[in-house]
């Protein structure tokens, strides 16, 4: 992973941004994927508008964290045009 001296890496932005609202999250995307207290695993054959729903309806719980292997990036939500956006 990417480190301080090269940049930050998705792990240590996610936990440095949420650290900033006094969130504290492990340092590795596989543990700050499973450090919530809701997870919701997708099947892949799920459509695009299905997960949507999935993530807007955990949003309306808390902070969403979205995870694949070796990546997790933070659900920023919808435009007014209903465009998704994450921080990455």
Do not use: K, Y
Request: charged share 25%.
């Amino acid at each position: 992973w990417g480190g301080r001296e090269n940049g930050l890496d998705c792990s240590e932005l996610v936990m440095d941004v949420l650290a900033s609202f006094g969130l504290d999250m492990p340092r590795h995307s596989a543990r700050q994927a499973t450090a919530g207290s809701f997870s919701v695993a997708v099947p892949a054959e799920t459509s695009d508008a299905d997960r949507l729903r999935l993530i807007d309806a955990a949003a309306r719980r808390g902070v969403v964290l979205l995870h694949f292997p070796g990546h997790v990036m933070i659900w920023l939500g919808r435009t007014r045009q209903g465009e998704p956006r994450i921080l990455h």
